[in-house]
């Protein structure tokens, strides 16, 4: 019995110690800041990646005169002035702010957690994600970091209430609103869009309303919508174009199966053809793409009425690939304002900090419309341009009440 009572009492003992080594190691790393010249030269890292592979510098100065490379002393003098890592993270998002792209910011936790989530799920397609991911000194940064919760996703990183659809007149207009393309939305969201397209097949109109939807992977409509809608094969031209640095191409490997050696030289590009091609094309950049694509029928449900999409400077990424696609190929009548742009080409690369740990993204190519477009800067032209306020009714929604007056 009283062995027993040993065994127990320092079994307690061993836990109530392993549980204060546990914290007292967790405070260590809490309070293990970083040096200044740790953070001083994590930033000239995260500039130097910048200088070498970033494609919207010219933009940046054309659209909002912001000359981002010649702030470097500016930035310095940020960094410097940061207390510990907490600041010197804001500080950094503070700098990539500065690029006025949507996809160039630091990763909180929230969202490295969902990222590596999503590229877990193909190891062999996203090698060169997975390895800054799943860098030793991210790894430990992140597992020490906050959870913010600013991403309004619940345990399994799926955006509740994404799909809305309704009848605006029986038998003949029919409406879907998509908040979102996160990819782990698309399994159950197309329970609830496959019923609903079959039901409507014969109708001859269909509004599609994706403003406000900032994207997240363009094989939701991709691979699922648009085949469900198209009736024979269209196709689409864009190119990318890449500024030619060394960490972006491993990258470009694992999406193409291949690197630079193999792209066209940007020397090449035809001017006749692609009449408005962004003017430091041929001097800031090295490579470049045709990147035609073909989309096809399948599970289609036969539908031969006319699509409406609607659009707003809220539709960003994958849901402006969207649009591109629409407006490209004839699928659809855009109605609302310009959208946000940076739909053409892929994933933005991520890249690991060497001391912090800290990841920032950033666009690793610029994406180019059949004309030449660069479709960052430039977005894409509603077909129809009317205020695309969202209204609280049918009534009071001047992009809805816009289709209903042109199908009267």
Request: charged residues 25%; proline residues 3%; glycine residues 6%.
């Amino acid at each position: 019995m009283k062995k027993r009572v040993l065994f127990i009492i320092i079994s307690i003992f061993s836990i109530t110690l392993i549980a204060y080594l546990a914290i007292r190691t967790m405070t260590s790393l809490d309070d293990k800041q970083l040096t200044q010249k740790q953070k001083l030269d994590d930033f000239e890292y995260m500039y130097s990646i910048l200088k070498d592979n970033y494609p919207y510098f010219e933009v940046n100065k054309r659209q909002n005169a912001v000359d981002w490379l010649s702030k470097k002393d500016k930035y310095l003098s940020k960094i410097k002035a940061t207390n510990d890592d907490d600041s010197f993270f804001k500080a950094l998002q503070s700098i990539l702010s500065q690029l006025n792209n949507g996809h160039a910011s630091m990763l909180n936790k929230d969202y490295y957690l969902l990222m590596k989530s999503l590229y877990e799920q193909d190891t062999s397609r996203d090698k060169a994600w997975l390895k800054q991911l799943n860098n030793a000194t991210a790894k430990e940064r992140y597992s020490t970091m906050l959870s913010s919760k600013v991403a309004p996703l619940d345990s399994n990183y799926i955006a509740p209430n994404n799909v809305k659809t309704s009848i605006l007149e029986k038998d003949k207009i029919a409406y879907m609103a998509l908040h979102s393309f996160n990819s782990f939305n698309i399994t159950g969201d197309m329970k609830i869009i496959t019923p609903f397209l079959q039901s409507i097949k014969n109708y001859k109109e269909l509004i599609i309303d994706i403003r406000g939807n900032g994207g997240g992977d363009s094989r939701y409509w991709s691979d699922n919508i648009a085949p469900m809608l198209l009736n024979k094969q269209v196709n689409d031209t864009q190119y990318l174009a890449f500024r030619g640095g060394s960490f972006v191409e491993q990258f470009v490997k694992d999406r193409f199966g291949f690197g630079y050696s193999r792209l066209h030289k940007i020397s090449d590009i035809d001017n006749g053809t692609l009449k408005n091609l962004p003017p430091e094309l041929k001097e800031e950049f090295k490579y470049y793409t045709n990147n035609n694509i073909s989309y096809a029928p399948k599970n289609s449900i036969g539908f031969s009425g006319k699509i409406y999409l609607l659009v707003d400077g809220g539709v960003f990424s994958s849901a402006e690939a969207f649009a591109v696609f629409a407006k490209d190929t004839g699928f659809a009548t855009l109605v609302g304002d310009k959208t946000g742009g940076d739909g053409i080409g892929f994933d933005p690369a991520v890249c690991t900090l060497p001391n912090s740990g800290y990841i920032f993204r950033f666009p690793l190519e610029m994406g180019l419309t059949s004309d030449g477009t660069s479709n960052f800067e430039h977005k894409t032209e509603p077909d129809i341009k009317v205020s695309a306020k969202i209204g609280t009714t049918t009534s009071d929604d001047e992009a809805i009440k816009a289709v209903l007056k042109l199908i009267d």
